[in-house]
């Protein structure tokens, strides 16, 4: 479970994203088949392609605050860190694309924060198929998520 304290929704978000996608500094094929580098990042990657730990780091950063953007862009609502640490993390998964056409982001949109929060757990399927990894992740940022409702400390 995230544990989010104190730190702010980049902190939070950062340590999610690393946490559930894990470092790999040689391209691999993630496990639907997508060339996959550092924690995630699939744009561009062909399997040979290497990368130093600190520039997986670097464009982890980058991709996280281009996702947190995306988020509070598309957020008709403020949210507390820990929202948008959960949805930040969740938009790097499944893309902008997706979140923006999600029954999530409706839900968040017209004021349903805690249905918007439990609709993560549905987003448990690559290509079709249901993947435990996501599962767990899901279930993960849902709770990071909960845990945000009601903090007054907006961070959009």
Request: glycine letters at 10%.
């Amino acid at each position: 479970m995230i544990r989010p304290g104190k730190k702010t929704w980049l902190a939070i978000a950062l340590s999610a994203v690393a946490g559930f996608e894990g470092l790999r500094t040689t391209a691999y094929n993630d496990p639907v088949g997508i060339p996959t580098i550092c924690f995630g990042y699939t744009h561009g990657v062909q399997i040979g392609d290497t990368a130093t730990p600190e520039q997986c780091e670097q464009l982890l950063t980058d991709e996280v605050v281009q996702y947190a953007h995306d988020v509070s862009n598309l957020a008709a609502v403020p949210l507390s860190h820990e929202e948008k640490a959960a949805y930040t993390s969740f938009a790097y998964n499944v893309g902008t694309g997706a979140f923006e056409r999600s029954t999530l982001l409706r839900k968040l949109n017209a004021g349903d924060r805690r249905g918007a929060c439990n609709e993560l757990p549905r987003w448990v399927y690559a290509k079709g198929i249901k993947l435990p990894g996501l599962v767990k992740r899901r279930a993960a940022e849902r709770d990071l998520c909960l845990s945000g409702l009601g903090n007054e400390h907006a961070s959009n």
